[in-house]
């Protein structure tokens, strides 16, 4: 069983609609993140969250908004998303985003996306 | 820019013979190295690590990985690919106070 889990596994929206991913880490980790995994390109990171804070944001489109009520749930929220936007998405935390004290990050096993 | 180059899209090997992945980074000073497995539709799982020390660091599912300071390389090898092996695998590098950045993945494929 993951430490980290997503929710729902599966989705499709139309172009209008709004819906939201969830994630939950079970780790007792301070740093959750948001992953985008598209056909042959590299995982890109779209957002970073320590101890509730965004601290990083990647350029990501307005139409994705994300939320940390708490250390351990983590949103995306999906509006008015385009067909480009199918693709894996990917939740992971770690105990805190720097890594230089020997931490791991640790992936969900993902949300499918499908924009129609 | 900080980089991680996986040189190989897509590996095919017989089931029982070695496996070597190769993974280059470009770095300014020796980073955090990973080195993942993507089951289909399934999320990412760690398979080994190396921060300092010892530079053959041995990994889950009998993984090891060797860091070559002088080639700017962190290559994942297996003595006997097994066919459960098939799989996506993810190199991937950090700078410690920055985001993993992520190869592009090389797809291997197991035949009997």
């Known amino acids: 069983e993951t430490g980290v889990t997503q929710t729902p596994r599966h989705l499709v929206m139309g172009m209008t609609n709004k819906k939201s991913l969830k994630c939950e880490q079970h780790l007792g980790h301070n740093a959750m993140y948001w992953y985008k995994q598209s056909a042959k390109k590299p995982l890109e990171l779209m957002f970073v969250y320590s101890l509730e804070e965004r601290v990083e944001n990647n350029s990501v489109p307005s139409r994705f908004s994300p939320e940390c009520p708490n250390s351990s749930h983590l949103f995306l929220h999906l509006h008015t998303l385009q067909p480009e936007d199918s693709a894996l998405y990917l939740c992971?935390?770690?105990?805190?985003?720097?890594?230089?004290?020997?931490?791991?990050?640790?992936f969900g096993e993902g949300s499918w996306l499908t924009v129609v | 820019a900080q980089s991680v180059t996986q040189p190989d899209i897509h590996i095919t090997v017989s089931e029982g013979a070695s496996l070597e992945l190769r993974c280059n980074y470009s770095y300014g000073a020796t980073p955090y190295l990973f080195w993942y497995v993507q089951s289909p539709g399934q999320g990412l799982q760690l398979l080994l690590k190396?921060?300092?020390?010892?530079?053959l660091v041995q990994g889950i599912k009998g993984f090891e990985a060797e860091f070559k300071r002088s080639q700017s390389s962190f290559n994942l090898r297996k003595p006997s690919v097994h066919w459960s092996d098939a799989a996506e695998y993810f190199c991937a590098a950090s700078g410690g106070n920055t985001p993993l950045v992520f190869g592009k993945g090389t797809r291997l494929s197991v035949i009997a």
């Open positions: 190396y921060f300092s020390g010892d530079t």
């Open positions: 992971a935390s770690s105990q805190d985003p720097a890594l230089s004290r020997g931490n791991t990050i640790y």
